[in-house]
């Protein structure tokens, strides 16, 4: 199916606005934030330190604790990496949504 007059315009006003944009690559490695096998690491490591955690308190109660804390750590990695994943799917399926039904894509400027 063919191109409308109207999409080729905007298509070609999204071209130029992307050729006068340097630091566009750069804009969208930065928005997109992590990853889901960092996400899978950081909860596999949070599940081993607590596990380790146990394991050491017959041992000693102070490597425990660094354990504890190790757990904490990684836990804490991971919900952000899981927030930053949510928030770009989440702009993701919005964005699509707004194209989708015609209304105009939102710039960073609205935010």
């Known amino acids: 199916m063919p191109?409308?007059?109207d999409e080729q315009k905007?298509?070609?006003q999204i071209e130029e606005q992307l050729?006068?944009?340097p630091g566009f690559g750069?804009?969208?490695a930065s928005a997109r934030g992590g990853s889901r096998r960092v996400?899978?690491?950081?909860?596999?490591?949070a599940v081993c330190c607590l596990v380790l955690t146990i394991g050491?308190?017959?041992?000693?109660?102070?490597?425990?604790?660094v354990a504890f804390v190790g757990a904490v750590v990684a836990a804490?990695?991971?919900?952000?990496?899981a927030r930053t994943l949510s928030e770009a799917g989440l702009n993701h399926l919005s964005e699509s949504m707004r194209g989708r039904f015609g209304a105009?894509?939102?710039?960073?400027a609205d935010d």
Request: hydrophobic share 45%.
């Open 3 to 5: 191109l409308s007059e």
């Open 10 to 12: 905007i298509l070609r």
């Open 19 to 21: 050729q006068r944009d």
């Open 26 to 28: 750069r804009n969208l």
């Open 39 to 45: 996400l899978f690491v950081a909860s596999a490591a």
């Open 56 to 65: 050491l308190l017959s041992v000693s109660p102070y490597l425990s604790f």
């Open 76 to 81: 804490l990695f991971a919900e952000r990496h």
């Open 104 to 108: 105009p894509p939102r710039s960073r």
